[in-house]
């Protein structure tokens, strides 16, 4: 399993204002798009959850040579019941906290599960840019989910369109700890 531990303060805050710089770049040469294809897809994951895709963001990005599947999952501390189309909504204005990290190649939005929990579905152009975003978005996701709420794996020489075709791939993984991370099916 991945080490499970945010990037220091100072450093996570740099790489996320570096972040929105580059994302400024991206979305003015019009290389960030929100597609539509995956919206409405439900993925299920073998811990009995299942989840909504409610919004795809992909950066032009030239095919990786080292892809790597990144799943993130968090637990808002304070948003419930109605609030929570509200943070749907809002997500849009984190578009900036992302996007313009080195080697972002797509992610899929996940609504909320039976558990309350959130996923985010990412693909990457390598797993070390996986894990270092990883790493520094914890500390964001740390000012609105309680402590042990955070968690993400990254998962090396894998497509997320691979994984979603044939979710089969992820059964041999040893990654450790239950299983919330993998994709078992959609519909």
Known sequence: M?????????????????CAVTTVRLLLRRETHLQKRLVGTRLKFADGTSARVFRETVVDR???????????????RWLRGRWHKLFLGECILNTPLFVGFQ????????????????????????????????RSLWRVLQLVCARGDIRYVVLPGLRRNEVLQDPRVLEALNVGGDAWWRVTGSA
């Open 2 to 18: 991945n080490e499970q531990r945010p990037l220091p303060w100072g450093t996570a805050a740099r790489e996320v204002l570096r």
């Open 62 to 76: 030239a095919p990786a040579d080292d892809p790597c599947l990144l799943v993130v999952q968090f637990r808002l």
């Open 103 to 134: 080697g972002l190649v797509s992610k899929l939005w996940l609504d909320n599960d039976e558990r309350d929990n959130y996923r985010g579905l990412y693909e990457w152009t390598d797993p070390v840019g996986a894990e270092h975003y990883a």
